[in-house]
């Protein structure tokens, strides 16, 4: 079967690799050789990337020869952030990377797409997730009158706004739905990263002395806050979530942090890694290895916590309980994405880690020169594959 | 009266006057930066050696040579504007039009964007493009704020960035819904005077901001402003790429034109002109010899090439050039053949600007892969 398509996708790579660098690429998507996606084939990741400056969105795959190959790609008007499957569906929804304006909703089985532009007023943070059953959808906004974060609530067929809620502080990054139990109510969490940020003049951080960052739990019905912790040095910004989930174990929420503090030294040397319980509320793990104070992605693992540490080229992991476990060099780690049967897959700089057991397998990624990933990738879920 | 008399005249009445003197201290009043006409490259580097400049030599010709005068400039046209509201609402011409407003309205949106282009120290601290423009301006609630209007600056601050600064006095000077009654006049003059205000306290943080002189030793740390006025200058490219020519064109409706960031009053380009101007002198140098440290501008070419670094100097230069064939003489409404080319040559200088000109450099972007998000 993979090999009566390796033509093909000889074929997407070239024309991948042709149309990335000739510049020549259809305006928006127009990618007309998608291949479908069964439940037989080998992982796939959708992800976000660059070629010479020009952003990407598509999907990656990896093949039987120790490589992972672009197999669809939609050309981006500005860089991309985060990228999330809808539940059930074979649709991704790309968001623009902050400040944004624009999201992408296109399929894994055809060429369709579509582009919806946010209001004038507002800009996307990079994040979004789909409520369980896939009728909603849920990005984090800065108001740019205000400054105040905001939990834009879309239907997720047209991508129209809804309602728009507070978060409670301001420059929240990523959000995740809480697993059944944790909360009485459907609930959403969201890391307010807290970093003042002028989305009108671009990404400068101005008065990092003001620094707010905070976890926020959100009734996703209404809107209202049920919950906000905070961790003791404001500096450490809070901004990437996911979920360890193991039987009979209560779930633990990883938050990766990004360190803001003025001196370098107390910023290379300041924790990446935050635990969240219902029990016992939001704590940074106290000793950790010397990632260089920035976690640029988490991913929940088998055994506990993945974070992609590109400044240390590392991929640092630790046990549910927070205790550090051996770290996978990868120049220029960032995304992670896990799932039990695939492993840890780790992305860097024109290659990538897959972790099944103890034993990391290199993959090279077979793109045309300074293909650059960005921050996230997400592993596909097949179609009638469990959710 | 002559523009430096009408500053002085209006800033003893609004309590700025250490700020006027300030102002017209110094240099002339009409020290207004280069207009975007099409850049010759200078070669003069070819034949003359190129100084070696230090960090903090090239943040203070920043200062000195490429901020202070568009400060200047914007101080001067946003006051002129100003007065010219008070005194037409205070008195009515006869044969009233308003033209004249118009076009002190649009003299001030070119010095502004050329000083805010490259958003870089007190227009970042204050944040002064979200307090005078503020993008689109809401007319519902302009109308909303006209129903009991303030009457003092203090009071503007309770009142939304949609209703304030230049969009919303652009919208009362062109658009036919704008009411024109005494009441909108002074509400625009004390927007007016708030962008005016701003434009002062900009200018004094200019300054504030250029050495005395009587020093030779080397600031300890250069390098955080060095860093942010180079990250931001790549900031200033995307965002005439995107935000004011990409994205209007982008996400324009079948068979609508683009809704350009200033098309009420049709001077989109002059934005886009002054603003690639602000963005080219920082980077080429279009005339004449590199100067000595403290004599003149030093654009990025010129300090690269001060240290040898030629090919990203010549990167740059090419980059700049294409641009500035692609950008001169756009105007609107633009045909979308030539705009979709500015965006592409844009996107060339800011590969270039990220690739070779930051590493060379060694300013870490905030617009690369590891910072931080």
């Not at chain 1, 990335?20 to 690429?25: D, M, Q, R, V, Y």
């Not at chain 2, 008195?91 to 033209?99: H, V």
């Not at chain 2, 309205?105 to 010095?111: E, K």
């Not at chain 2, 036919?176 to 708030?194: E, F, G, K, N, W």
């Amino acid at each position: 079967m993979p090999m009566a398509t390796d033509p093909l996708r000889r074929h997407l790579l070239l024309r991948t690799s042709v149309l990335a660098l000739s510049g020549l690429a259809a305006r928006d998507t127009a990618w007309a050789g998608v291949r479908p996606l069964t439940k037989e084939d080998a992982p796939e990741l959708i992800a976000n990337w660059q070629v010479g400056g020009q952003a990407w969105t598509g999907r990656l795959r990896a093949g039987p020869s120790g490589h992972l190959q672009v197999v669809q790609a939609l050309k981006l008007p500005t860089r991309a952030h985060g990228c999330v499957q809808a539940p059930g569906r074979h649709e991704v929804l790309t968001v623009a990377r902050r400040p944004g304006d624009w999201l992408l909703k296109w399929s894994l089985d055809n060429a369709r797409s579509q582009r919806h532009w946010i209001e004038d007023d507002h800009v996307f943070n990079g994040h979004a997730v789909f409520s369980p059953d896939g009728r909603r959808v849920f990005t984090t906004e800065t108001h740019l009158d205000t400054g105040d974060g905001v939990v834009g609530v879309r239907d997720a067929h047209s991508l129209e706004r809804l309602a728009s809620w507070s978060t409670a502080g301001w420059d929240p990054h990523e959000l995740v739905w809480a697993p059944e139990g944790v909360f009485e109510r459907p609930t959403l969490m969201v890391a307010n990263g807290g970093i003042p940020y002028q989305p009108e003049t671009g990404r400068a951080k101005v008065g990092l002395d003001r620094m707010a960052p905070s976890l926020v739990a959100l009734d996703a019905t209404t809107g209202q806050v049920c919950g906000q912790w905070r961790l003791p040095d404001p500096r450490l910004s809070v901004r990437h979530l996911a979920w360890h989930q193991a039987p009979d174990q209560p779930p633990v929420l990883g938050v990766a942090l990004q360190a803001e503090h003025d001196d370098p030294s107390q910023r290379a040397a300041a924790p990446v890694l935050a635990l969240w319980r219902r029990d016992t509320g939001l704590q940074a793990l106290p000793a950790q290895p010397d990632l260089a104070g920035y976690g640029g992605a988490i991913t929940g693992t088998d055994t506990g916590f993945a974070i992609g540490a590109p400044r240390a080229h590392r991929v640092a992991r630790w046990t549910a309980r927070g205790d550090a476990l051996e770290p996978l060099a990868l120049p220029d780690a960032c995304p992670v994405a896990g799932r039990v049967g695939t492993g840890l897959w780790a992305g860097g700089r024109a290659s990538a880690r897959q972790l099944v057991g103890r034993t990391p397998q290199p993959w090279s990624i077979a793109t045309p020169d300074g293909l650059l990933l960005d921050n996230h990738w997400a592993l596909v879920t097949p179609r009638d594959a469990p959710p | 009266m002559n523009p430096t008399t009408v500053l002085r005249h209006h800033a003893a009445r609004w309590a700025l006057g250490p700020l006027v003197a300030l102002m017209v201290a110094g240099t002339s009043l009409a020290a207004a930066p280069s207009p975007a006409a099409e850049a010759p490259p200078s070669r003069t580097w070819q034949r003359q050696a190129v100084p070696y400049y230090t960090p903090s030599q090239w943040v203070d010709a920043v200062w000195h040579f490429h901020q202070r005068p568009r400060a200047k400039q914007f101080a001067l046209d946003a006051q002129t504007l100003a007065v010219l509201l008070e005194r037409t609402c205070a008195r009515p011409p006869a044969n009233d039009t308003p033209a004249q407003r118009r076009e002190a309205w649009s003299r001030t949106l070119d010095s502004w964007s050329a000083l805010s282009a490259v958003a870089i120290g007190p227009t970042l601290e204050r944040r002064s493009v979200r307090h005078i423009d503020f993008q689109p301006a809401r007319p519902a609630m302009i109308g909303q704020v006209l129903a009991s209007p303030p009457t003092r600056l203090d009071e503007l601050d309770r009142i939304g960035a949609p209703a304030r600064g230049l969009p919303a006095l652009e919208w009362w000077l062109w658009s036919p819904d704008a009411p024109q009654d005494a009441a909108a006049c002074q509400y625009a003059t004390l927007l007016a005077r708030q962008v005016a205000h701003e434009a002062l306290a900009l200018l004094q943080g200019v300054q504030a901001r250029i050495p005395d002189g009587g020093s030779d030793d080397e600031p300890a740390d250069a390098a955080p402003a060095f860093g942010e006025i180079v990250n931001q200058w790549v900031g200033a490219i995307e965002g005439l790429r995107w935000r004011e020519l990409g994205k209007p064109q982008a996400s324009a409706r079948l068979n609508q034109p683009p809704r350009f960031s200033r098309q009420l009053s049709g001077q989109s380009a002059r934005v886009w002109m002054a603003q690639w101007a602000a963005i080219r002198d920082l980077a080429v140098q279009t005339n004449g010899p590199a100067p000595q440290a403290g004599e003149g501008p030093i654009p990025l070419e010129t300090y690269l090439r001060g240290r040898g670094l030629n090919g990203p100097a010549q990167a740059l230069s090419q980059a700049v050039r294409d641009a500035d064939h692609h950008l001169k003489g756009l105007s609107e409404p633009a045909p979308a053949k030539r705009v979709r080319a500015a965006v592409r040559s844009l996107e060339q200088l800011k590969r270039v600007a990220e690739a070779q000109v930051a590493p060379a450099l060694q300013v870490s972007l905030g617009f690369s892969d590891a910072d931080g998000d």
